[in-house]
Structures are given as structure tokens and as C-alpha cells.
């Protein structure tokens, strides 16, 4: 995830995908797949499919780079100086613009208690957040998080009184006082919770596919390498599948493999435990297909309403146009 702190079985009879022209074969390409990522638990099984040779076995050479910053990863994509990049949902429509045409593969990580809220304990309810200090990070997925529960409670995000810093930050600024409430994740979570007139208001395992990220592309790669991108999701797959009977084994090449404040197995493993790994049939789901879009539109459509009510884009496209829907249905 765009998440400064933070998130098969080999697949059989593959149907021919005729929305991107893709076969189940990926022949070696001479230049390499590049793929970007931040720090963040949510990527790991990238790693186990370089290190138990996925990729190989798909006819990839795969390199993956970390860029943490967003404002560096969009770019470079539309440029072509990487060939995907993995971000939240939301934060694709924040980097839209004339003449770039982004697209969604497929998901890597969903948010399953990672983030949430805490609030002072007489905010029982998301309603309740009307006219107070809430602290955020503008523009993250914290705010996405926030504005959509608002939105479900008929609220905006002009009804709260925005302290805008960082997810960490906000965390802090509620231990201490400052604020009503914070959106926020651990370890600032359980402190709130810990605080003398604190409470966990919501965490994200209540709303599924809303804090998720996802493997992005632009048209142009797909329609020149989509065999290609089709096989990163197969490896990425296996390597998912191999993780769930091998999690010691795992979190020790994830670990690596990701490294930073994430390099330590135990630590890699504890934050693990607030993400699910998509798999591929939560994939199939997620992303759904052509004729009956899954949540992944939903979601879209929210940053969409959500990016308007703020001023911050005016993008409008149908959500459904912007997921690449073969690659999950091979």
C-alpha cells in the first residue's frame, strides 16, 4: 500500500482471454518486467515467487524496485521507465490525467484490522464524528477510508474539523489529547485503545476490498506485454498459495525480500497479521468480470465521489473501464 508504515495452485485450463488478447503462455521477454513497490507487508509474496523461481517458471525475469513515493511511481509508469506499480485502489485516480490510460490487474493485500479509528469514548458511532477534531493524512488512503465510512453515515468530510499529518502522527496527537479522534493503524490502534478515555471506533476488517492494493499498468504495457503481466499474476499466485503452507519459511524471505523497518521475520509477521494475501479466488471475486464487475468498481467509484466532493480531481470514467478483467480470468 501507499503506506508509509504498512499492506496457487497452479491454475489449469486457462481459457483464451480475448479482452487483452492473452494466452496462459508467457514467453521470455529480453528486457526485464519492472515492477515498483513501497515498503509494506502486502508485497512479500513478490519475493517468494523470485525466490522459489514463480517467476522463472513462468518465463519472467522480473525486477522489483522499491519506490516508496507515489508522486515518483505514477510517473515514472506513464513514462514507461517501470511496468507496474502497486498501489492502493484509490490512489490511481489521484494520478489520472489527459493522455495516461492506468489499469487494474489484479489485488495483492486487503486491510483486515491494520487500520481504523479510535476515538474519544463518547464517539460511539461514525455519525458522532460530526464537528470534531478528527487528525488524518490528506490525501492517503487514510482520508479515502475516512470519507468513504462518513459517506455510509450521510456525512462528508467537511463535517469534521480535519487535522491534517501523518497517519503515525494522528495516532499520537489522540494518546495524547490533541484531537477527538485519528485514523490511524498499529501500533497507534492499541494505544488509543489503551488511552485513559479511548476507544477503537472502527478498524477496516468491517469493510473488506475498501483498503486494498492492487497491480497497476498502463493500456499501452497491456496491449505490449500482456502475456506477460498475465504470468506475474500466475506466479504471484503460486507464491500466495505456497505461503499459506509455509508461513515460517515465508516470513523469512519476505522479510528480506521487502526489508527496511520490515526485516526482522517477527516484526514482518506480526504486521502480516492485520493484511490477508489475495489469492486467486479472492482475486476472482474481487475483480469480478466484464459482464458483473466484483467490489473493485465499487471501490472505484467511491474514490471517484469522493475525489469530486474534495476538489481534489474531477475524473469520471466508468470504473469497470479501468480493470484489465483477463487477467484473473485466464
Do not use: C
Not at 223 to 251: I, M, N, P, S
Request: charged share 25%; proline share 4%.
Amino acid at each position: 500500500m501507499t503506506h508509509p508504515f504498512r499492506r496457487l495452485i497452479a491454475l489449469a485450463g486457462f481459457a483464451a482471454m480475448a479482452a487483452v488478447g492473452l494466452s496462459s503462455a508467457a514467453p521470455a521477454s529480453a528486457e526485464p518486467l519492472k515492477v515498483a513497490h513501497s515498503t509494506w507487508v502486502g508485497y512479500g509474496p513478490l519475493y517468494i515467487a523470485k525466490d522459489k523461481g514463480f517467476f522463472k517458471e513462468e518465463g519472467l525475469d522480473v525486477q522489483l524496485i522499491v519506490m516508496e513515493d507515489p508522486k515518483i511511481r505514477f510517473p515514472a509508469l506513464a513514462a514507461g521507465k517501470i511496468d507496474v506499480l502497486v498501489s492502493t485502489v484509490d490512489t490511481l485516480l489521484n494520478y489520472m490525467s489527459a493522455g495516461v490510460d492506468y489499469r487494474y490487474l489484479f489485488a495483492l493485500d486487503d486491510s483486515k484490522g491494520g487500520d481504523g479509528i479510535v476515538a474519544k469514548k463518547d464517539i460511539k458511532t461514525i455519525a458522532d464524528l460530526k464537528g470534531k477534531s478528527v487528525a488524518y493524512n490528506q490525501g492517503s488512503v487514510s482520508e479515502f477510508y475516512l470519507g468513504v465510512l462518513l459517506k455510509q453515515a450521510g456525512l462528508k468530510l467537511s463535517d469534521v474539523k480535519t487535522q491534517n499529518m501523518s497517519a503515525g502522527d494522528a495516532g499520537a496527537a489522540f494518546v495524547a489529547g490533541r484531537v477527538d479522534a485519528a485514523v490511524t493503524w498499529e501500533p497507534w490502534l492499541t494505544r488509543g485503545k489503551q488511552a485513559p478515555d479511548g476507544h477503537l471506533l472502527v478498524d477496516s476488517s468491517t469493510s473488506p476490498g475498501l483498503i486494498t492494493d492492487v497491480a497497476i499498468t498502463t493500456k499501452e504495457t497491456l496491449a505490449k506485454r500482456g502475456k506477460e503481466l498475465a504470468a506475474l499474476y500466475r506466479a504471484w499466485a503460486k507464491a500466495v498459495a505456497w505461503q499459506k503452507t509455509h508461513e515460517d519459511e515465508a516470513d523469512k524471505i519476505m522479510a528480506k525480500g521487502v526489508g527496511g523497518w520490515l526485516d526482522d521475520p517477527a516484526v514482518f509477521k506480526e504486521t502480516r497479521a492485520g493484511i490477508a494475501f489475495y489469492d486467486a479466488a479472492m482475486n476472482k471475486s474481487f475483480i469480478g468480470t466484464e459482464a458483473k464487475p466484483g467490489p473493485i468498481a465499487e471501490t472505484i467509484a467511491n474514490a471517484e465521489a469522493l475525489n469530486k466532493e474534495n476538489g481534489t480531481s474531477d475524473i469520471d470514467v466508468p470504473p469497470a473501464s479501468l480493470v484489465a478483467f483477463g487477467i484473473v480470468n485466464q
